[in-house]
């Protein structure tokens, strides 16, 4: 299993909520909005690139709009590796953390 960083799980997860409207400032807008942290744009794109070429994300093209000078939209969709992932970094997360409230609960009573 190749361990996803937080960013490219942020990345996944927005792609998986945004369904069809997965395209580059939308999932940059969904992470600013979940976070609360203002992150760069390129800080979006390289992950979005990334997750491509690992097979998590499948990319299309819009149609062409004049509102974009003519240009396409590039939108995002997990593929089954991806949501593999996701599921494998979930799953990693719960168990790392199994029982840790317990042990904060405990240093807080100290």
Do not use: C
């Not at 942290?37 to 994300?57: A, D, I, Q, T």
């Amino acid at each position: 299993m190749e361990l996803l960083t937080k960013l490219e799980e942020l990345v996944l997860i927005a792609v998986l909520r945004l369904k069809d409207k997965a395209y580059g400032i939308s999932v940059y807008k969904h992470i600013v909005d979940l976070t609360g942290n203002e992150v760069s744009v390129s800080s979006v794109y390289f992950p979005l690139e990334r997750l491509v070429r690992k097979g998590y994300l499948q990319t299309s093209m819009g149609e062409p709009t004049s509102r974009r000078g003519g240009m396409s939209k590039r939108f995002y969709k997990l593929t089954k590796s991806g949501i593999e992932a996701l599921q494998e970094n979930r799953s990693l997360h719960e168990t790392a953390w199994n029982g840790v409230s317990d042990i904060l609960k405990s240093s807080e009573e100290v």
